[in-house]
T-cell receptor, first 115, second 114 residues
Framework: ETGVTQTPRHLVMGMTNKKSLKCEQH?????MYWYKQSAKKPLELMFV???????ENNSVPSRFSPECPNSSHLFLHLHTLQPEDSALYLC??????????????FGQGTRLTVV | AQKITQTQPGMFVQEKEAVTLDCTYD???????LFWYKQPSSGEMIFLIY??????QNATEGRYSLNFQKARKSANLVISASQLGDSAMYFC???????????FGAGTTVTVRA
């Protein structure tokens, strides 16, 4: 069972397009995250939400715009992206934000290609 | 500074054999959590096992065990009786106290041969 669902799974967009990535978690968790996974680089945390409030914007360019309308849904709005933004974008959720032993549950990711 | 180091970019293992994936970490905190995740080609990151810094026993979950050596700051993952479905990328991660993010290593690709 996949508790965290991401759509679309694959996305190809031009540099002038606007698109959105969607994440939905069915686990009743309070915290949600966006990570970026580029080739040959460790996962990079982009945004963190706790109870629908943004906790961190990790020096992410403004062409990435997150939205968390409720504790179950998280969006990443994309506009005027660059080819170097091509990556796997992973959404994750966890029960609470600061609890040390809490593992994060990840979705399957959206493979984004910017052309 | 890199908090998690995984020095093995790729490994091959024969089916039914055990494999050890190395992970060293860097922290000045006494309380922290260590995690291992599996990422198959489908992309999803699958949680495998957790070790708390104050846990006295090494964590085990089925065929996964964590060889935790606190003094050496290492948290190696051991996969016993490898299966073809174990072929994937494996990531070591750490969460420090009062921090909500997981710091990930670069990962190790495991390929299981029949």
């Amino acid at each position: 069972e996949t508790g965290v669902t991401q759509t679309p799974r694959h996305l190809v967009m031009g540099m002038t397009n606007k698109k959105s990535l969607k994440c939905e978690q069915h686990l009743g968790h309070n915290a949600m995250y966006w990570y970026k996974q580029s080739a040959k680089k460790p996962l990079e945390l982009m945004f963190v939400y706790s109870l629908e409030e943004r906790v961190e914007n990790n020096s992410v360019p403004s062409r990435f715009s997150p939205e968390c309308p409720n504790s179950s849904h998280l969006f990443l709005h994309l506009h005027t992206l660059q080819p170097e933004d091509s990556a796997l974008y992973l959404c994750a959720s966890s029960q609470e934000l600061y609890r040390g032993a809490t593992e994060a549950f990840f979705g399957q990711g959206t493979r984004l290609t910017v052309v | 500074a890199q908090k998690i180091t995984q020095t093995q970019p790729g490994m091959f293992v024969q089916e039914k054999e055990a494999v050890t994936l190395d992970c060293t970490y860097d922290t000045s905190d006494q309380s922290y959590g260590l995690f291992w995740y599996k990422q198959p080609s489908s992309g999803e990151m699958i949680f495998l096992i957790y070790q708390g810094s104050y846990d006295e026993q090494n964590a085990t979950e089925g065929r996964y065990s964590l060889n935790f050596q606190k003094a050496r700051k290492s948290a190696n993952l051991v996969i016993s009786a490898s299966q073809l479905g174990d072929s994937a990328m494996y990531f070591c991660a750490m969460r420090e106290p009062n921090d909500y993010k997981l710091s990930f290593g670069a990962g190790t690709t495991v390929t299981v041969r029949a």
